[in-house]
């Protein structure tokens, strides 16, 4: 979800923080690969003010199949932008991200 551009002179919008929890789920007695990614939305441009705030990317995923011959799980996410500046301005910096598996 990103912020999308402003008048002049107007602070672009902070991108919105995505998290996901759980978001896939498998069980099986052959092979499961699991994966979920997390992106944060873009912060919104600017003109002759500051470009808006990344937002936050958060993955947690937690699986337990017992009964799987082989579990491939990945718990991602991917940085997001800050928004651009049309002008002289500030810029702010990006969120982190974070993944746990």
């Known amino acids: 979800?990103?912020?999308?551009?402003?008048?002049?002179?107007?602070?672009?919008?902070?991108?919105?923080?995505v998290t996901l929890t759980n978001a896939v789920?498998?069980?099986?007695?052959?092979?499961l690969a699991l994966r979920q990614s997390a992106t944060g939305g873009a912060g919104g441009d600017a003109v002759r003010a500051a470009a808006g705030a990344a937002g936050r990317g958060i993955s947690?995923?937690?699986?337990?199949?017992?009964?799987?011959?082989?579990?491939?799980?990945?718990?991602?996410?991917?940085?997001?932008?800050?928004?651009?500046?049309?002008?002289?301005?500030s810029r702010r910096a990006g969120q982190r991200a974070t993944a746990s598996g």
């Open 1 to 17: 979800m990103q912020s999308y551009y402003n008048n002049e002179g107007t602070n672009g919008g902070a991108g919105a923080t």
């Open 25 to 31: 789920a498998g069980h099986t007695m052959g092979s």
């Open 60 to 89: 947690k995923l937690t699986v337990a199949d017992t009964a799987a011959a082989s579990l491939d799980v990945t718990a991602g996410v991917t940085a997001s932008a800050v928004g651009d500046l049309a002008s002289t301005s």
